[in-house]
């Protein structure tokens, strides 16, 4: 703060409050004084997001107007109408209603405290005046959210750098690390701050955001105030953007390669999936120089090896007519992204995405580097899998995600994109994005990190996130056990992908081969007697053949997560607040609104613990209904993961199929689970298209009453019964023999059982 202001200078810092309402100005104008940061006068702004979200900006003023705030794409519109207030000078204490909060701005340090109705504490900011330090309240619950990778679960007593890529904290467990500054406090409040990038440290009493030095302003952030937590998810949805829907296919099973053999050899092992009826979607290939042998001649070009696709038509053809779609590993390095697909291409084009001098450039322009991959697209390639670019900055990893989206409608406006990334910035989930956890070592330490891993970067806005099952760098404990349980695991992520080196271990029939195939790790060798494990192959069939069995159960929580910011993945803290002991466990994780998942993470386990909130609950493979509110025991072999289904859910569950596409004559069997009533919004349209926008979708909500023991099925509002019309449906009560069969036909229809 500095000298006392003249009182005509006090009553014009008064006008630049901009129409807001000040409360409480008891003020001697006489001591207003102009508010400083790091030795720069600076103006408050307060603008009200929505009647739960608060938007403060600290801007420094040069030549009377503060300073601009660089776009950089990451929030859904720049500007959120007019202030409610604006604030150059200060004395004393002002009052500021933004929708259903109120912010107090005090001086001496400058606080700024946010409430909610009846005074209930949301968030208490203050900022050091030298150098730009922002302190805030942490409080008495868990701390979550801040992105993929660090510390995990609670984020509490650590400091994080907020360090972007794989060198950003313990790579080995702890996967690569995509920083969002989203900080969630389970106690009621949660605040993004969108600008500067910065760090935390969370050690404390308090929790301090450190800025870049001497980048302190501008200060751009929001603090949001919700009642509920998943409305805290929509609020913060409102802000980045909600998550877009990609192609149904993106979630059937995804098969990666590394070192690849000959062409007959490709097309072998797709054929292999079929006849083994083990359902696959896609096929990833891996660029050259990352292995010996990939699908393109060297990494970042664009041009085919002919060793593995002489033809590469003809390949794909071969391919795509068995139901795969095939997807291309794209490598890319420099410092920066710039522009977007539409801009105009000011730089000579890179085909091969080198300079002549076969240097990556610092710089690239996406409308000059996107048109490299057009080629591809005319020989039907199906999507995208963007590696590299850890060190890109924030606004460049966003340009890319954005990139691969936009740039594929381009070239197929009407289909929806398929892009799996390494790397992400806040609003990646606008690009239907998908995020993997990078090169993680297979340990069972690495796999009971991921699954608070898992929920954290949920929380954190990025939806549609796995990582490599089985890990990707092998050690001494990847073994058969190891893969079956990580692929249990990833048979309830969004992302269901088999990668990592030595690939031929990651084929779901890989370890009863007796051969690991091309050695990719000098210093592992898998066990010779591993090599013939029977065991491992039927029960990746099996969960296999579960997952796409729960396609509509999963396929409406991705629709719930782009209507609503709600991720897949959910910390129980969303659903049962209340409950203590459920907000501090992250080692289990609800899979949507209704099933509870509680992987198995120790090398020889027979038995798993795990916590089962208030209420009534059934073991998903036994149907017998449990108490919760309590810990439980569940005895476990190798082919079982715990999964519980809370009563009142009704689970949606179709026939068994090799790929999401395919048309079999199947029943949709509604799994009701008694004890509670229940609704669930059963969502489908022809999961590739936009077409939904215009209205081509189907939305059955179904509702459970338990005391009438009725099950009533209806189209919602705007909604259509798609082809078949006639829908065959078989209801079935969990721990019960009742079974009743119905068509519905797009009219309400009752069900009594």
């Keep these: ?24 100005q008891s003020l001697a104008l006489s001591q207003e004084a102009a508010i400083e940061i790091a030795g720069q006068p600076v103006e408050i702004s307060l603008t009200s997001v929505s009647a739960d979200t608060v938007r403060i900006t600290l801007q420094a003023i040069e030549n009377g107007q503060p300073r601009a705030i660089a776009a950089d794409g990451v929030l859904v519109k720049e500007d959120w109408g007019r202030p409610a207030a604006r604030l150059r000078t200060l004395a004393g204490s002002r009052s500021v209603k933004c929708g259903d909060l109120t912010v107090k701005v005090s001086g001496n340090p400058l606080t700024i405290r946010v409430e909610g109705k009846g005074g209930r504490l949301v968030q ?145 092992e797709a054929k292999m999936f079929r006849e083994k009826k083990l359902p696959c979607d896609m096929m990833i290939y891996l660029g050259t120089d990352f292995c010996p042998n990939g699908w393109n001649t060297h990494n970042g070009e664009f041009t085919w090896n002919t060793k593995a696709f002489p033809e590469p038509q003809k390949m794909i053809d071969q391919l795509q007519a068995g139901n795969f779609k095939v997807v291309l590993h794209i490598v890319v390095e420099g410092r920066r992204f710039i522009g977007v697909v539409s801009d ?86 606008r690009f239907a994005s998908f995020l993997w956890s990078g090169d993680v070592q297979s340990s069972w330490e690495t796999l009971k990190t991921h699954l608070p891993i898992a929920v954290n970067t949920g929380l954190s806005g990025i939806p549609w ?64 007697a591993e090599l013939r494990n029977a065991a491992v192959e039927p029960i990746c069939k099996k969960y296999l053949e579960l997952r796409y069995q729960m396609m509509p159960y999963l396929y409406s929580a991705v629709k719930e997560t782009c209507d609503t910011g709600v991720p897949v993945i959910r910390a129980l803290w969303l659903h049962y607040p209340d409950d203590r002991t459920a907000v501090a466990r992250g080692d289990e994780y609800l899979y949507g609104r209704d099933m509870l998942v509680a992987p198995v993470v120790e090398k020889g386990a027979t038995s798993r613990s795990l916590y089962l909130p208030r209420g009534a609950w059934y073991d998903f493979w036994t149907r017998e209904k449990i108490e919760g509110g309590r810990e439980v025991t569940r005895k476990v072999d190798l082919e079982t993961t715990p999964v519980y289904v809370r009563a009142g859910a009704v689970i949606p569950m179709g026939p068994i199929k090799q790929y999401t596409e395919e048309i079999v004559d199947g029943p949709l069997t509604l799994w009701v689970h008694p004890g509670a009533d229940g609704v669930f919004a059963l969502y489908e349209d022809d999961g590739n298209t936009f077409d939904y926008r215009r209205g081509e979708f189907m939305r059955v909500n179904i509702a459970w009453n338990d005391r009438q023991r009725l099950l009533t099925m209806r189209l919602a509002n705007g909604s259509k019964i798609l082809a078949p019309e006639k829908r065959q449906v078989v209801v079935r009560v969990a721990g019960e023999s009742v079974v009743r069969e119905v068509v519905f036909e797009g009219r309400p229809l009752e069900v009594k059982v």
């Design 1 to 24: 703060m500095k000298k006392s202001l003249t009182r005509r200078e006090a009553l014009k810092g008064v006008a630049t409050a901009g129409g807001g309402v000040l409360l409480g």
């Design 124 to 268: 208490e900011l203050k900022s050091d005046s030298a150098t730009g330090k922002l302190s805030f309240s942490i409080g008495d619950g868990p701390l979550l959210g801040l992105g993929q990778g660090g510390p995990q679960f609670d984020r509490r007593g650590s400091i994080d750098e907020m360090r972007n890529g794989q060198r950003g904290y313990q790579l080995r467990t702890h996967g690569a690390r995509v920083p969002i500054q989203l900080a969630i406090g389970t106690s009621g409040w949660a605040m993004f701050i969108h600008h500067p990038m910065g760090s935390f440290d969370l050690t404390g009493e308090e929790g301090q955001f450190l800025p870049p030095e001497g980048n302190a302003l501008p200060l751009d952030l929001f603090v949001i105030g919700a009642a509920t937590p998943t409305a805290v998810l929509e609020e913060y949805a409102k802000i980045t953007g909600h998550p877009e829907i990609p192609p149904i296919w993106s979630f059937g099973y995804q098969q990666s390669h590394r070192t690849l053999g000959p062409p007959e050899e490709i097309i072998q």
């Design 344 to 429: 105009p291409c000011t730089a000579p084009p890179l085909p091969s995405g080198r300079t002549e001098d076969n240097r990556w450039p610092p710089d690239r322009q996406v409308s000059c580097y996107w048109p490299a991959h057009k080629p591809l697209f005319d020989l039907g390639v199906d999507g995208w899998w963007p590696d590299q670019g850890d060190g890109l900055d924030a606004p460049s990893r966003l340009a890319r995600n954005r990139m691969y989206f936009e740039g594929s409608l381009m070239y197929r406006p009407n289909r929806r994109v398929y892009a799996l990334h390494r790397n992400g910035c806040a609003g990646m989930q």
């Design 465 to 528: 996130w796995g990582t490599d099952i089985g890990g990707f760098v092998p050690t001494e404990d990847f073994t058969g056990e190891l893969y079956v349980r990580w692929f249990q695991f990833a048979a309830f992520n969004p992302l269901f992908r088999s990668h990592g080196r030595d690939w031929r271990l990651r084929l779901p029939w890989g370890w009863n081969t007796g051969d690991a195939g091309f050695s990719e790790t000098r210093d592992w060798k898998p066990d010779p």
